[in-house]
């Protein structure tokens, strides 16, 4: 227990991090964050000290919305969970400090997240094309890539 | 057989047979060699994706395609003679099959096992990105199976059929 | 002796760079490894992976919930019961759908059978990378007996569509039961006799005992999860941890090892599948009569707007789904954590230093499924 109560007042010590409102069961979190990009690499670090993971990053497609990426890091702990997501928001087209230097498996994870989306990390040692075919110029998984989704129901039978 | 002018005195072996071409053409060799070439089809242990479990299912003990001649699989694509396409080929692996093919020796067969081979499969939509819809778009195909997976029943009758057409040989008819 | 040395270390003339894969018997599919050697050394190593991307999370946004529904079995082949039943079970708890019980004690029975079908494979693979063929024969004759099994209830033998939201499409057979229990008194003595084909072989020991070893600190450097996690000390999973379905009901032991080499993955996961038996038994004795569909299934599924989050435990650790919804029938992002992306991604770590022989066993060891790498 206080460990958790380490964690969250080394979190609170963060200015720019905003914790939401607990959230409920459904999201699968039991914490969830909002936090500025230049303090992203500080916020890596509390959760490792504090003996976390870093499970899961991925980024989302915000441009129609808010002209943004939003950025998704899931640290967890081994054990019983204690999820915590937390979002980096960055303008389109910028980019994100890397944690590659504190967790080894952000490595490739960010890698993943600029091939499919295209959001580039700031010192990252090699941050190249992960997963789509070599001298690919297109980020797969940007909204107005491929289909309209109407389009693609009609022909999967929808 | 035709005759032909004597080559000239210092041509190579090389020279030499592409000048006279095959020594002999006898139909009769043929056949005796396509009957021989249909029941021991050398495999390359080739797997892609899902479609591939099945391939190694029917190459194990309960359904053992050893029973027709087919079940020694080659790791090296030089010293294997049909090519089983099991799975979906990405974009990124096309360039790689198609050397793979290249690298076989002729006279060599391909088959296209599951949907993903065939057309693109289960991930044929419009904008897909990351997929070569079919495997007839790199390398000429000769026997298809649908299915996903195709069970390894389906893959033996594939097989059996490729026998067929390398037995009928120049006789054979779609 | 000294001078070998010296004109060995001499870098430039005595490494090289060797590739292996994409098409490598032993990379288990289409991974490519870059290896820089030194003489059988590996001084680096660089996983090369997307030679199987099929772009299942852009799928996923071009179609709605149930569209979906084939995918995730075809995203990890070998678990693909696991994986489809899971999303089920993430999209039913994102718009809060209850299964009837019957649906929820054939799912973990379905689930587990498929869970020692992946382990069976496995174990018949990677002693193949180590030169023994006859495991391969003796496995697939006991796996293939469970695939009759699933086959019988879901009508395929790989890529199951089996759940669907809010309970499962077919009710199990008497048959069925009757198998699996008939497949479950078998399976015990065959365990054993694999156990003494396999574990006490010289051979096979001296090419996985010590080999391999992953560092502790590399489970929260990398995020590792499942038997590999579980054989360096760490009673970690899923199940237990945030019991997802019903599986809070059941004993069963995590086996554990601590040497975390070849060996001790090798003797987690043939201890897994004994505990999965475990697990089908007691569900067998325990199920109940009733509906296998919720009574009320909305037409629309559209879980409200919001991000969900959702795991389970699969054959090779760790799977999560990261659900985003805008509120409409298509998913705005279907996020797929899989396990052996990370898994794999210590391979930098790990294999430097090692041999390249040992490479095979190493990489059969972690038990990687490709298409669930690159998805
Ligand atoms: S056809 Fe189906 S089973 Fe075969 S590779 Fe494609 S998706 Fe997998």
Redesign the interface.
């Known amino acids: 227990m206080s460990e958790a109560s380490g964690l969250a007042a080394a979190l609170a010590g963060i200015a720019s991090l905003k914790t939401a409102e607990a959230p409920d069961a459904k999201s699968g979190c039991q914490g969830l964050h909002t936090v500025g990009r230049e303090a992203i690499v500080e916020v890596g670090r509390v959760f490792r000290e504090a003996g976390y993971m870093l499970e899961m990053l991925t980024a989302l497609d915000m441009r129609a919305a808010e002209q943004a990426m939003h950025v998704v890091y899931q640290f967890n702990r081994f054990g019983a969970p204690d999820r915590h997501r937390v979002r980096v928001v960055v303008p389109a087209g910028e980019a994100v400090p890397s944690l590659a230097d504190l967790f080894g498996s952000a490595n490739w994870y960010e890698r993943e997240a600029f091939d499919m989306l295209g959001v580039r990390f700031d010192g990252h040692p090699y941050l190249v094309r992960i997963l789509t075919e070599e001298g690919a110029d297109y980020h797969p998984l940007l909204k107005d890539f491929g289909v309209a989704p109407a389009a693609a129901e009609e022909a999967a039978g929808g | 057989m035709k005759e032909t002018p004597p080559p000239p005195a210092n041509a190579t072996t090389e020279e030499l047979l592409t000048q006279l071409g095959p020594l002999v053409h006898l139909d009769v060799l043929e056949n005796l060699l396509n009957q021989a070439r249909a029941r021991s089809l050398w495999p390359l242990t080739f797997g892609l994706a899902c479609c591939a479990i099945e391939m190694m299912a029917a190459g194990a003990s309960r359904f053992d395609m050893d029973r027709f001649g087919s079940g020694v699989f080659r790791p090296s694509a030089r010293q294997a003679d049909v090519m089983i396409l099991a799975g979906t080929i990405s974009r990124k692996m096309g360039p790689v099959v198609k050397a793979l093919w290249d690298q076989m020796p002729s006279p060599k067969w391909a088959i296209a096992m599951g949907g993903c081979t065939i057309d693109g499969g289960p991930f044929k939509y419009p904008g897909q990105y990351a997929i070569v819809e079919g495997a007839d778009k790199i390398i000429p195909v000769d026997v298809y199976i649908p299915g996903c997976p195709p069970r390894p029943e389906a893959l033996i009758n594939g097989l059996l059929m490729l026998e067929q057409k390398i037995k009928a040989g120049k006789k054979f008819h779609v | 002796m000294a001078e070998l040395i010296q004109i060995a270390s001499d870098e430039d003339r005595d490494t090289f760079y060797l590739n292996m894969g994409?098409?490598?018997?032993s990379t288990h599919?289409?991974l490519r490894l870059r290896l820089h050697l030194k003489g059988e050394r590996i001084l680096s190593a660089e996983p090369i992976?997307?030679?199987?991307?099929?772009?299942h999370?852009?799928?996923a946004?071009?179609?709605?919930y149930i569209?979906f529904l084939?995918?995730p079995s075809?995203v990890d082949?070998?678990s693909g019961m696991i994986y489809s039943i899971g999303y089920c079970q993430a999209i039913e708890?994102?718009i809060?759908l209850e299964v009837p019980e019957r649906a929820e004690y054939i799912r973990v029975i379905c689930n587990e059978l498929n869970r020692i079908s992946s382990h069976l494979?496995w174990f018949?693979?990677f002693l193949l990378d180590l030169g023994g063929v006859t495991p391969?024969?003796?496995c697939?004759?006991d796996?293939?007996k469970i695939?009759d099994l699933l086959d019988l209830v879901s009508g395929s033998?790989?890529?199951y569509c089996y759940g669907r939201f809010g309970g499962l499409v077919n009710d199990v057979t008497d048959d069925f039961l009757e198998g699996t229990a008939r497949f479950c008194t078998a399976f015990r003595e065959r365990l054993r006799e694999y156990d003494r084909l396999v574990t006490q072989n010289v051979i096979f020991r001296n090419r996985t005992i010590g080999v391999g070893v992953m560092r502790p600190e590399?489970?929260?450097?990398?995020?590792i999860t499942g038997p590999c996690?579980r054989a360096m000390g760490?009673a970690?999973d899923v199940r237990r941890?945030?019991p997802y379905g019903i599986y809070d009901r059941f004993e069963f032991d995590i086996p554990t090892r601590t040497a975390s080499d070849c060996f001790d993955r090798y003797l987690v996961r043939i201890a897994e599948m004994e505990q999965s038996m475990r697990i089908v038994e007691q569900a067998l004795a325990k199920l109940p009569d009733g509906p296998i569909m919720a009574k009320k299934i909305p037409r629309k599924i559209a879980p409200a707007k919001?991000?969900?989050?959702?795991?389970v435990e699969s054959a090779r650790g760790?799977f999560?789904m990261?659900i985003?919804s805008d509120g409409s029938e298509?998913p705005?992002?279907i996020?797929l954590?899989t396990p052996s992306?990370?898994n794999l991604?210590?391979m930098?770590?790990v294999l430097p230093g090692t041999l390249l022989a040992d490479t095979v066993s190493i990489l059969g060891s972690i038990d990687i499924v490709?298409?669930e790498i690159?998805?």
């Open positions: 994409p098409q490598h018997p599919g289409v992976i997307g030679y199987s991307h099929r772009a999370e852009k799928m946004e071009n179609r709605n569209q084939p995918n075809r082949y070998l708890k994102a809060g494979l018949g693979t391969f024969l003796y697939f004759d796996r293939e695939l033998r790989l890529t590399l489970a929260q450097q990398f995020g996690l760490m970690r941890d945030e919001g991000e969900y989050y959702f795991a760790h999560g990261f985003v298509i705005y992002r996020h954590r992306f990370a991604s210590t930098r770590t490709l298409p690159d998805r």
